[in-house]
C-alpha cells in the first residue's frame, strides 16, 4: 500500500480526519481538487468562521436517523475544538445564540488545520482530480489524472453539492452508491427561500429591510431575523426553517413575536382611537413595513375600522400564511440536506458496514446541522471519530 489513508477531501472534516489519524501513526495524504485546503471555512461566517456553538447538541442536526450523531458529538464537543482554537491563540467572540467566530479572519482556522496535519504527517495534495475509487484486494485503489494510489482506507470528506460555484459535487454520493450504499433524498438546505412573480411583485419595495420574526410550519419554529429580498424572503430564520421546508408546503410569518398582536390592536382601538393604523404599526414594526401594510387600508383612524379589518390587519403582521414557490437553489445553499444514509454507517467510526475501510463523514453524510456553527461541529466530531478509528 501507498499509504494507510487517503481522505477525499480538504475540508473541515478531512483535515480534521487526517491530522488524527496521522497523529496515531498512520500514513495519510488528501486529495482536493480545489487550490487551497478549506475553501467553505474560508467564506463561512462573513470571513470569520462560526466554527461551533456553545449550545450544540444531537437535536440541532435534522437525519432521517435522530440518534446518529449522538456518539460523534459526544465525544468531540464545542469544548474540545474551542480548546484547539485557543491553543492556536486564535481571539473569537460569541455573536448572538451561541455562535462562535474568529476575531479575525476565518483563514485563522485553516492555518491552524493545516498545521494540524503538518505536524501528523500528512501529506496534502491540492489540484488533484479524483477520478474513481475501487476495491483492490484488501484496499482501495484511488485513481487521478496522474497515477492510481494504492491504500488500505479511504475516506471520503468531499462533502455535498451546495455552492457548485466553488467547485462543489456530489461525489461522495457517487461512490457510495458504486459500493451500494443509499443515499437519502438530497435537498439545499439553509438557503434562501422564492416567490412566484405575484407574490413577489407587492413586497419588492421591501427589498434589502430586516425584522425579527417568528417562522414556523408543521415541524418546526425559529425566532431569528427576517430578510426580504428582490426575489423572496431569507435571513436566519429563513435559512433555518428552508431545512425543514418542503416544495408545495406553506409557512407562517410572525412579525410580532412574542405578542398578541390582535389583543394590542383592539386595545389601542379603545385607548387611542384616534390613532392611525401606520402609526400603531411603527410602534411594533420597522416603518417601511408599516407603511407598505398601511397602504391598503382605506381608514385614517383605529376608531374607524370594523373588528373584520382589525382582525385582518393583525393577521398579515402576526400570521401571514404565504406558500414559497421554491428556494435558490445549491447555488446560494448553505449545505445540503440528505446524502450517505446513516443506517449504511458505524455512528461510532462512520466506516461503511458493507465496506470494510470506506469511511464517510462530514457534509456527505446525513447529517445537517442548524445554522450557526452546528455543522462545523459536526465536521470535526465525525472527522475526529473516523480518525480515531481508522
Known amino acids: 500500500m501507498d499509504y494507510d489513508v487517503v481522505i477525499i477531501g480538504a475540508g473541515a472534516a478531512g483535515m480534521m480526519c487526517g491530522a488524527v ?3 496515531r501513526g498512520k500514513s495519510v495524504v488528501l486529495l482536493d481538487h480545489a487550490k487551497k485546503p478549506g475553501e467553505k471555512i ?4 462573513g470571513g470569520r ?3 461551533t456553538n456553545l449550545y450544540c447538541g444531537p437535536e440541532n442536526f435534522i437525519s432521517e436517523n435522530e440518534h446518529f450523531a449522538k456518539s460523534a458529538l459526544a465525544r468531540y464537543t464545542q469544548w474540545d475544538f474551542i480548546a484547539l482554537v485557543e491553543k492556536y491563540g486564535i481571539r473569537w467572540h460569541e455573536k448572538t445564540k451561541g455562535q462562535l467566530f474568529c476575531d479575525n479572519s476565518s483563514q485563522q482556522i485553516i492555518d491552524m488545520l493545516v498545521k494540524e496535519c503538518e505536524n501528523a504527517g500528512n501529506e496534502l495534495r491540492l489540484g488533484t482530480e479524483v477520478m474513481g475509487v475501487e476495491k483492490l484486494g484488501d484496499g482501495f485503489a484511488v485513481t487521478t489524472p496522474t497515477q492510481t494510489i494504492a491504500c488500505a482506507n479511504v475516506v471520503m470528506a468531499c462533502g455535498g453539492p451546495s455552492i457548485p460555484k466553488m467547485g462543489a459535487t ?4 457517487k461512490i457510495a452508491e458504486q459500493f451500494g450504499l443509499n443515499i437519502v433524498r438530497t435537498e ?3 438557503v434562501p427561500l422564492t416567490f412566484t412573480d405575484q407574490l413577489k411583485e407587492p413586497i419588492a ?6 425584522v425579527d420574526a417568528r417562522i414556523t410550519n408543521d415541524r418546526a419554529t425559529f425566532d431569528e431575523a427576517l430578510l426580504f429580498t428582490h426575489r423572496g424572503l431569507s435571513g436566519p430564520a429563513v435559512l433555518q426553517i428552508s431545512s425543514y421546508w418542503r416544495s408545495g408546503e406553506a409557512i407562517t410569518v410572525d412579525m410580532n413575536p412574542g405578542r398578541d398582536t390582535l389583543t394590542e390592536l383592539r386595545e389601542a382601538k379603545d385607548t387611542t382611537p384616534k390613532l392611525s393604523p401606520e402609526k400603531w404599526l411603527n410602534s411594533h414594526i420597522p416603518a417601511r413595513l408599516a407603511a407598505h401594510l398601511a397602504q391598503d387600508i382605506n381608514y385614517t383612524r383605529l376608531a374607524d375600522m370594523p373588528d373584520r379589518e382589525i382582525q385582518n390587519l393583525a393577521l398579515q403582521v402576526s400570521a401571514w400564511h404565504i406558500r414559497p414557490a421554491g428556494t435558490e437553489g445549491y447555488r446560494k445553499a448553505e449545505v445540503t440536506r440528505g446524502g450517505v444514509d446513516t443506517d449504511e454507517l ?3 467510526t462512520m466506516e461503511a458496514k458493507s465496506v470494510s475501510g470506506l469511511y464517510f463523514i462530514g457534509e456527505v453524510v446525513d447529517v445537517t446541522g442548524h445554522l450557526g456553527g452546528h455543522n462545523f461541529q459536526w465536521a470535526w466530531a465525525s472527522g475526529v471519530a473516523c480518525g480515531e478509528a481508522i
Do not use: Q
Not at 170 to 173: E, S
Not at 205 to 210: I, N, Y
Open 188 to 190: 439545499p438546505a439553509l
Open 21 to 23: 489519524a496521522g497523529r
Open 170 to 173: 456530489g461525489f461522495g454520493y
Open 346 to 348: 458505524s455512528s461510532k
Open 42 to 45: 474560508r467564506i463561512s461566517g
Open 49 to 51: 468562521c462560526n466554527f
Open 205 to 210: 419595495a421591501l427589498s434589502g429591510m430586516s
